[in-house]
């Protein structure tokens, strides 16, 4: 079965400053790997994701992610942060294949912007 | 990109009434649905695959007869919560996939229904 870790349950960061989220998953083979970003009492909005080929992959809102096959990680990745990006960060995993969709999500990372 | 949406946004309900809250994918058919459940300052947790046109697959401690689930055409899934009670109060979550994009993995997802049970 699949799973995610994400090791950081908070994270405060001045704004202006780089952000760096990690996440870790386990899956036998090489999964598809997305971010979520989510603002108090909303869905999910989705700000990258990975399927195949170049491992860095560039998302919405400036932020980036690296599959780093070697690790099992996809961490998130953002060089200046704005006041905005105070948001509840979910990394998830799905299997590929028909379950494909069915994805399994980390505890998430808070992370707050100090102005 | 795609639009899910979720009605109603919030509901407070008594204790042992039933609420039911829908998910609506607004432009593209979804054979299939997702329900998740989030728990204040919680990640999500999938309840059940909703399929169009048959029974939905639930997860393992998720009681089928508490929280009905109905897939009835390629736009609309309905979650019932049925005899709700003040456990069952939490942020609700549905996500379709885009009938196109089968197998990509990716889905979309609506802006959640968040219930109090009284």
């Known amino acids: 079965a699949q799973s995610v870790t994400q090791p950081d349950i908070h994270i405060t960061v001045s704004e202006g400053a780089s952000l760096e989220l990690r996440c870790n998953y386990s899956?036998?083979?090489?999964?598809?790997l997305f971010w979520y970003v989510q603002s108090p009492g909303q869905g999910l909005q989705l700000l990258l994701k990975?399927?195949?080929?170049?491992?860095l992959v560039q998302g919405i809102k400036g932020f980036e992610a690296e599959f780093k096959r070697s690790q099992s990680s996809f961490n998130l990745r953002k060089p200046s942060v704005h006041w905005s990006d105070a948001a509840e960060y979910f990394c998830?995993?799905?299997?590929?294949?028909?379950?494909?969709?069915?994805?399994?999500f980390g505890g998430g990372t808070r992370v707050l912007v100090k102005p | 990109g795609a639009v899910v949406s979720q009605h109603p946004s919030r509901v407070i309900c008594k204790s042992g009434t039933s609420v039911k809250i829908e998910c609506r994918s607004l432009?593209?058919?979804?054979?299939?649905m997702f329900w998740y459940r989030q728990f204040p300052k919680q990640s999500l947790m999938l309840m059940a695959t909703?399929?169009?046109?048959?029974?939905?697959?639930?997860e393992q401690g998720v009681e089928k007869d508490k929280f009905l689930i109905n897939h009835a055409s390629l736009t609309l899934s309905t979650l019932t919560v049925t005899s709700a009670h003040p456990e069952d109060s939490s942020f609700y979550i549905c996500?379709?996939?885009?009938?196109?994009?089968?197998?990509?993995?990716?889905?979309?997802f609506g802006e959640g229904s968040r219930l109090t049970v009284l």
């Open positions: 998830a995993v799905g299997a590929r294949g028909a379950a494909g969709n069915k994805l399994t």
């Open positions: 899956y036998g083979a090489t999964p598809y």
């Open positions: 996500s379709a996939r885009d009938f196109r994009g089968q197998g990509t993995g990716e889905l979309f």
């Open positions: 909703s399929n169009e046109g048959s029974k939905a697959t639930y």
């Open positions: 432009d593209f058919q979804a054979t299939t």
């Open positions: 990975y399927f195949s080929g170049d491992t």
